[in-house]
Every structure is written in structure tokens, then in C-alpha cells.
């Protein structure tokens, strides 16, 4: 019982940061309609920001944390108006996007792993928060997890806040139900994908950066960002509430098996599921039936 | 010919015969794949086990690689060719990761440590005689019957299905020959490498893969032949740049898909017929041109 409810615990954090992260890919597959694959690399950008604030320019921690999102969310839209624009204006299928989002992800993680000052080595956070975890009756809880767990509650309630109920975020709604229609309405389309792929940068670069700080950051962050892509899918691309109980399900999923079962088969569930996923129920737990219009 | 050049022909070589199928699968049927790497990882392995531990020759063993992609294919085609557009492409590389994990845990094939001490039979000659009848194989096929049926799911699935093509079959159909394709592709690699390891069957390659295709342009085999050899040679040339070679292959990937999308060959073929047809337009023209005067 005790394992059982540490290893939720830990399945709980875990799964809070992923669920940052999937938002990012499913605001933007909710309007653009592909798997922005680009998202990993904007991750691992967050990790090297937070680091390199951290530990070249001494910020304070909050200070270093804000100022590492508002750079992803600047890397992202300006991924956005390099890669994604010149396609959208041609009207490209779906495939173009997302070899684009490929030839991008490529891009941003070798391009970390060429600049001589950062390299493919691994680096570690400084300590910011003591290692010494709570004690709650038998159980052990990490500073470091309850912070990431409130970060990203507190983020989602925000980003909430901010769909459900200002202008924007109706705008974003509606954009997402059916662009050309929310065009015509006087929406500018244009600047609602600007918004997401700001919003998704931003947490991007906050799940970066506590990522980071739970494990260590080098280049390949980006592919085990791939996870939190899974979660989005699991829950059902494009749907919000749907991305965070994917992640959270996921996250508990890979603590379980790596508790119980064995650590190798934590990455090989995570795809089995998948796959799974996609031939009961493709459009996810709590994804829209998309009518096959031909 | 110096060691060095025919080395980065093999690697052009086997990378061309795993585009080739998936030129098959993407170019001429419209259905695109992420998991391919995993096809030729099963390829691979199937062939280096035949090889190795049963003493078959080489090319029965490569042909036997082919065949278990292909029947492996079959069993993940029922599953997802029903998937709509952006899903099967997921699946796809749902399938393609969980078959590298998987044998990172096969202890029999060395797990993720690898398998060393495969023989070396993969030479020039044979990649380039594979790959002839590869794209033999591959061009009758798409100038038969079933092949034009395949066109028509690409350009119109709705369409095609009410005059009568089971598209489903078509569809299974191609991405059967195109695994298989993909199955000999490994079983080559794993001869020239002498050593395979899950990694080398990463999402990486098949995006790779994915990327060659549409470079040489969708619908065109001879598009594919030039975009295996020009992009497996350009890492080569780059490689005095040491690490920056990746970074402008990623942006050389963004650049292609936004200036000239249909890629370099943009469905056009290299065939005698097409290059007459090019001559003698261009000399109409020319005659045109004269009258005009």
C-alpha cells in the first residue's frame, strides 16, 4: 500500500510536467492540425535557457524561470513564422507541416550539440531547492516534485482561466471549431496561431526548465519529449482536458510499470499504448469524432 | 574505386531500396509512414538470425527478412490502415519505436548492446544489382493494373471506392511490398555494417527515409533514386563541418519543403520516352519561336 501510494505520488509529478508539455501540442494541432514535432526541440531549448540563466547570469531562481519561458515562447512563434507560414499561405497537406516540424526539431538539436559552448555533454542544475524530501507518515515526497506539481497546476488553472473566459481565449475556441468561418467573423487568424504558439512555448519552456532541474539537460531532451506527444494523443489530440489526463494517466502508467514490472519496459508501454489507443479509440479519451468529410 | 566512395554508394544503396518502398507506400499511394526504420529493423535482425545462426546463404536470408517485414506488415495494416490522414502516421511511429524497445530487451540479439560478428556479404555489386531489380520490380508494378489502382486511392480514396476499387486491399497491398522492400533494406544493412543495434532503427532514420522521399518528389521512382544518392552523399561532403552538418540538413529539409515542395523531381520519371518527349518539345519550341519571327 505504501509503494502503491508513493509510486502515484511520483506518477503524479511526472505526469503534471508531461501534461505542460502536451497542452503545447494539442493548442496547436486544435488549429493547425498537425503534430508539431518542432515541440521537443522548443523543450529542450527551455531546459538550456533555465540552465544558462541559472548559472551564467546568476538570475534568481524566479527571475531565471520566467525569463527561460518567455524565450521559448519567442523561439516557438518565431519557429512559427520561419517554417509554418509559407505553407499555411500555400494551403500544403498536412505531411509538409509536420517534415517541416521535423526538419525543425533536427535543426534546434543539433544546433545545440554544434555550439562549442554548449555541446552534447550532460549538465546538471544547481541546487536550488534542498534534496531533503518531506516525510508524510511511511511516505517520502521530493521538494522538487510537489514544486513541479503546483507549477504546472497553477499554469493549467491559468491557461484555463484564459480559454474559458477572455476574449482571446473565445477567439482561440473558436478558431479551433472552424478557421475560415472564424475569419470571416473578423477573427485574424493570424494572430490566434501567433497566441498558441506563444502560449505552447511558454510551457514549454516552464516544463523545460523543471524538467531540467528533476533530471539533468543535454540535446536529446527532445525525444523524451516525445512522451508528453503520446499523452496528447492518448487523451485525444486537440483537446485540452484531454491532454492533461493523458499526461497524468501516462505519468502513472510509467511510474507503475517501472515500480512493478521493470524500468526498461517504462518506454515501451508508453508506445505500445499508443498504438493501442489508436486502433480502439483514435481520437482519444476525450477527443472530438472528427466526420471523414473525403 | 577508393574505399571511402563505395562505402557512401553501399550506404546510398541500401538507403534506396527501404525509399523505394516507401515511394510505393507514400509517392504512389498517398499514405505516409513514420515506422519504417522498423520494418528494417525486423529486416535486419531476421536476416543477421538466418545468416548467423542457421548458416543460409546470403540471399535467401535477405529474401526471408523481406518476408517477415512483409508478414509483420500485414498484421500492423489490419490493425491501422483504417486510421484516418495524420493517426496513421502516428501509429506508424508508435509501431516503429516500440519495435526498437523492444529489442533493446531481446537478450537473444544482445539486447540494446547490439549483435557483433555478422558476416560481411553486402558489396557494391550486389546493392547496385538488388536495387536494379528493386526498381524493375517496382516500375511494372505501377504501370500494371493493381499500380493504377493504387494512383487512384492516392488522388481520390472516396472516388475510387465507388467505381469499384477495394481500397483497402490497395492499400495493404502497398504497404506489404513496400515493407518488404524495407525488410531487404535491413537485411543489407546488417550485412555491410556487420552489427546491429536497436539505435540504428531510431524514429531518426525513419523520418530519414521519409524526408529522401519527398525530397526526390512524390510519384516519381527515378526522384527517389536521385534524392537516396544526393541526400545520403551530403552529409559526406559536409563533414568537414563536423557538427554543423546536421543543423543544415534540418534547415536544408525546412528550405526544400517551402520553396519547392513538389520536390526535385516533382513526379516526373527519367525514362527514354519522357527524355524524347522533352527533346522534342524543345525543339518545337524552338521551330515556334523561329516562325514567330
Known sequence: MV???????????????????????????????????????????????????????????????????????????????????????????????????????????????????????????????????????????????????????????????????????????????????????????????????????????????????????????????????????????????????????????????????????????????????????????????????? | MDTYVQGILILAGINLMAVLGLSLLTGFTGLFSFGHAGFMAIGGYTAATMTVKFHWPFIPALLMGGLMAALLSVFIGRLTLNLKGDYFCIATLGFGEATRLILDNVQYFGGARGWPGIPNYTTLTNVIFINIIGIIILANLIRSRHGRNMIAVREEELASQIVGINVFKYKMMSLMISASYAGIAGGLMAHYMTFLQPKMFSLIKSTELTIIVIFGGLGSISGSVLGAVVLTALPEVLRSFASWRLVVYGLAVIIIMISRPEGLMGGYEFTPSSMRKLFSRLKKKNITAEGGK
Open chain 1, 3 to 294: 509503494q502503491f501510494l508513493q509510486q502515484l505520488i511520483n506518477g503524479l509529478s511526472i505526469g503534471s510536467v508531461y501534461a505542460l508539455m502536451a497542452v503545447g501540442y494539442s493548442l496547436v494541432y486544435s488549429i493547425m492540425n498537425f503534430s508539431n514535432f518542432a515541440h521537443g526541440g522548443v523543450i529542450m531549448f527551455g531546459a538550456y535557457f533555465g540552465f544558462f540563466f541559472l548559472t551564467l547570469f546568476h538570475f534568481s531562481f524566479p527571475v531565471a524561470f520566467v525569463s527561460a519561458a518567455l524565450c521559448t515562447a519567442l523561439l516557438a512563434v518565431l519557429i512559427e513564422r520561419t517554417a509554418y507560414k509559407p505553407l499555411r499561405e500555400r494551403k500544403a497537406p498536412f505531411l509538409y507541416f509536420i517534415i517541416c516540424a521535423m526538419g525543425a526539431s533536427i535543426f534546434l538539436e543539433n544546433l545545440v550539440i554544434a555550439i562549442p559552448a554548449i555541446g552534447p555533454t550532460f549538465r546538471t542544475y544547481p541546487e536550488i531547492f534542498s534534496k531533503e524530501p518531506f516525510h508524510l507518515g511511511l511516505l517520502t515526497i521530493g521538494r522538487l516534485d510537489v514544486l513541479m506539481f503546483i507549477i504546472s497546476a497553477v499554469c493549467l488553472a491559468l491557461l484555463v482561466y484564459f480559454i474559458d473566459y477572455t476574449k482571446v481565449g473565445k477567439a482561440i475556441q473558436a478558431t479551433s471549431y472552424n478557421i475560415k468561418a472564424s475569419a470571416l467573423m473578423g477573427i485574424n487568424t493570424d494572430h490566434i496561431i501567433i497566441i498558441i504558439f506563444a502560449l505552447g512555448g511558454l510551457f514549454a519552456g516552464i516544463a523545460g526548465v523543471l524538467f531540467g532541474m528533476k533530471y539533468t539537460v543535454y540535446p536529446q531532451i527532445g525525444m523524451i519529449t516525445n512522451k508528453s506527444f503520446i499523452a496528447a494523443v492518448f487523451g485525444g489530440l486537440g483537446s485540452l482536458p484531454g491532454a492533461v489526463i493523458g499526461s497524468i494517466l501516462l505519468g502513472i502508467i510509467e511510474t507503475f510499470t517501472s515500480g512493478y514490472i521493470s524500468s526498461q519496459y517504462r518506454d515501451l508501454i508508453a508506445f505500445v499504448l499508443l498504438i493501442g489507443i489508436l486502433v480502439v479509440r483514435p481520437s482519444g479519451l476525450m477527443g472530438k469524432t472528427t466526420e471523414d468529410k473525403a
